[in-house]
């Protein structure tokens, strides 16, 4: 493979890695020109690199096992012209914008990179945490793959093993469009798309909401080249895409991701019930509907298996009226398992006296329980 | 009464007895390195499946020490039964975390069948990757070479000298 090595002051060698900066860049180009580099990366015609580039445009992404018909309102995206990405990491469906700065990193063989998926997320998201500490931020990497600022989240990441090759990608997030994310996902109905919507603004940050402003582009790079050659401990020489990395992604990386077979990749079957969104880290708003002689919809948003809020609804009527607010309430903050959420519901529905015709005790909590496999 | 009573003692201690040696059995079948369990009737493949010998075909799945690496298993695709599949090549890709990589298919030949089971449960990988877990069966086309390239299950010093090295490149 071709390896760039230098000396450092103690005449020791250390390792060279390219750094590509594509500046503002094609949809396509910002999500997937790093799979053409992948592929010099894996045949040793390139050394190690790392890419820096932002969309020029919107778009959406989904992630590698999504089912993208499942996953985005199609019908909004063909509208607005807002392409559709498929990357080839794991994870879920998001909207990207002029507002992120991209990071990709794709290494073969480096002795600076960890081979185990977990090191490789903390060593690398470490990067990302130190630049957002630099320009002014208190962030934490929050295993596995996550960097928050005062328990929010802060960037994106994923990663992806091709061959001997591993790229993993990411992004500094300058700033939101809370609206948009929650937009081009599809949706129940709109009162779930509101609840993603407020989840995300609690779950989510960026620069802009942190720090009141955006400092420049440029700083922000700069930022995180020194992060990234200080914590690897190697040197970044910037070079261009070589010719045949251009025709790789001109020939085959961009046609593979034009092509429908592509997108409409059939995803791998899935046992999970109900709708679910995941906000970030331990976060998700889910969606089940339940049947019994009437119908109950659960929609919660939940912090692995704890309830941070929930509504109960359906075709039916409960007396006192006031019930189901009050019972949302007292489920608010309790961890899904069978014992408790009977327990709790027993003890609510025969102190309050409460009586809903058509609907059982067992039957809302069964319907709860099914949360838990969205 | 007595007598009755040292027959349900005798029938105890029998069936004790008959526990110990099934879980003598079980463990000696079973080679235990550095936290990872490897069945000693089992065949293991440089990229993390095992293989399993039955009759004409062959039975295929992910290794204990490779599904502690990669964590939880959340979803795992794979191609059709069917499909012609050459050793070494990928069968599917599998995604922990954030993580996507590929299962590697150990043996050449046609793809039978996939675990239905483990295809909507992927985790049964992970919560028993030697029974419920398998992935594929598989009916070789090369299997008198290939087993060749796959390291026995009781050749105990080649399984710890190969995980030796897979431990040395995850410690990083």
Known sequence: MRKLRTRNRLGLNIEQWRLIDLGYADPYIAQTFYESIAETVENGLSPNTLILVIPSSAYACIGYHQDLEKEIDLQYTQKKKLPIIRRSQGGGATYLDSNQLFYQIISKQSQVIPTNIDKLFEKLLSVTVETYRSLGLSADFKPLNDVVVNNKKISGNGASTSESTTILVGNIILDLDYEQMARVLRVPDEKFRDKIAKSMIDWVTSLKRELNQVPSINYIKMKYLEQFQNILGIKLVKLEPLEAEWKIFKEKTLPRNLSHEWLYMEAPYSSKTGRSIKIAHEIKVSEVDYKTIKMLRIRAELKQNQILNIQIRGDFFANPKESIKNLEETLAGTIINELNIKKIINEFFNSHKVDIPGISNEDIVNAILKLVNT | ?172
């Open chain 2, 1 to 172: 009464m007595i007598f009755q009573l040292i027959k349900i003692i005798t029938l105890f201690y029998e069936g004790l007895a008959l526990n110990y040696y099934f879980l003598i059995d079980v463990y000696d079948f079973m080679v235990r390195i550095e936290g990872s369990d490897f069945p000693d009737n089992l065949y293991y493949h440089r990229e993390h499946m095992w293989v399993k010998i039955e009759g004409s075909n062959v039975r295929v799945g992910y290794n204990d020490w490779a599904q502690q690496a990669a964590g939880k298993i959340l979803n795992l695709k794979a191609r059709k039964p069917g499909a012609m599949i050459e050793a070494g090549k990928t069968l599917g890709s599998i995604e922990s975390g954030k993580w996507v990589g590929s299962l590697k298919i150990p043996i050449s030949g046609e793809l039978i069948q996939m675990n239905e089971e483990v295809l909507k449960d992927p985790s049964l990988i992970n919560k028993d990757p030697y029974g419920k877990g398998w992935v594929a069966l598989v009916k070789p086309t090369k299997i008198t070479e290939e087993i060749k390239t796959l390291i026995l299950g009781n050749d105990k010093p080649a399984l710890e000298a190969w995980l030796k090295d897979e431990k040395a490149k995850n410690k990083k």
